[in-house]
T-cell receptor, first 109, second 113 residues
Framework: GQQVQQSPSSLVLQEGENAELQCNFSSTATQLQWFYQSPGGSLVSLLSNPSGTKHTGRLTSTTVTKERRSSLHISSSQTTDSGTYLCAIDHYGNEKITFGAGTKLTIKP | DAGVTQTPRHEVAEKGQTIILKCEPVSGHNDLFWYRQTKIQGLELLSYFRSKSLMEDGGAFKDRFKAEMLNSSFSTLKIQPTEPKDSAVYLC???????????FGPGTRLLVL
């Protein structure tokens, strides 16, 4: 089945630093989403990016489909960015969506 | 616009009970998903509806888990009978189509004693 690997599993940064999160997947993805989950909170979709580069606010996602990888870059991190970032993919013809284990991001003031 | 709503937000059940979780998707969305989230397993897909038709019945989950979508604006997830290992957060999500961004509800935190 599909596998999604996220790295690092946890990341601690000082406020203002940039964060780089990685997502690698085992099969070609036709849809890839990055989600944010606050401590104890529900999931929020950040970006849908099956290929190429997308920006929203301080977030940039770059997906290289052929290499089966995606990254999420958070610039000028803030303490409110702390939480878990999840990558999820699905594959055309297979309705199942597979999530990675997530990267726990901690931004210190 | 109202997002995905889920009730109850918290549920405590005794082993062997029947519990029903509820979800209202975003108005106009055609696809609805039920997920379970635990620290050990992470997020797992339980059920997937497309235009009220069940597309994914959860495989290993289907013996005690039953999701239904009675109309386009309401879905339930029944767990019968509950077991302590069912303790988790149950998330409902909807999207316009399965290929679009999914919007998640706040989840129901279930504790089975």
């Amino acid at each position: 089945g599909q596998q999604v690997q996220q790295s690092p599993s946890s990341l601690v940064l000082q406020e203002g630093e940039n964060a780089e999160l990685q997502c690698n997947f085992s099969s070609t993805a036709t849809q890839l989403q990055w989600f944010y989950q606050s401590p104890g909170g529900s999931l929020v979709s950040l970006l849908s990016n099956p290929s190429g580069t997308k920006h929203t606010g301080r977030l940039t996602s770059t997906t290289v489909t052929k290499e089966r990888r995606s990254s999420l870059h958070i610039s000028s991190s803030q303490t409110t960015d702390s939480g878990t970032y999840l990558c999820a993919i699905d594959h055309y013809g297979n309705e199942k969506i597979t999530f990675g284990a997530g990267t726990k991001l901690t931004i210190k003031p | 616009d109202a997002g995905v709503t889920q009730t109850p937000r918290h549920e405590v059940a005794e082993k062997g009970q029947t519990i029903i979780l509820k979800c209202e998707p975003v108005s106009g969305h055609n696809d609805l998903f039920w997920y379970r989230q635990t620290k050990i397993q992470g997020l797992e897909l339980l059920s997937y509806f497309r235009s009220k038709s069940l597309m994914e019945d959860g495989g290993a989950f289907k013996d005690r888990f039953k999701a239904e979508m009675l109309n386009s604006s309401f879905s339930t997830l029944k767990i019968q009978p509950t077991e302590p290992k069912d303790s988790a957060v149950y998330l409902c999500a909807s999207s316009f189509t399965g290929r679009d961004t999914q919007y998640f509800g706040p989840g129901t935190r279930l504790l089975v004693l």
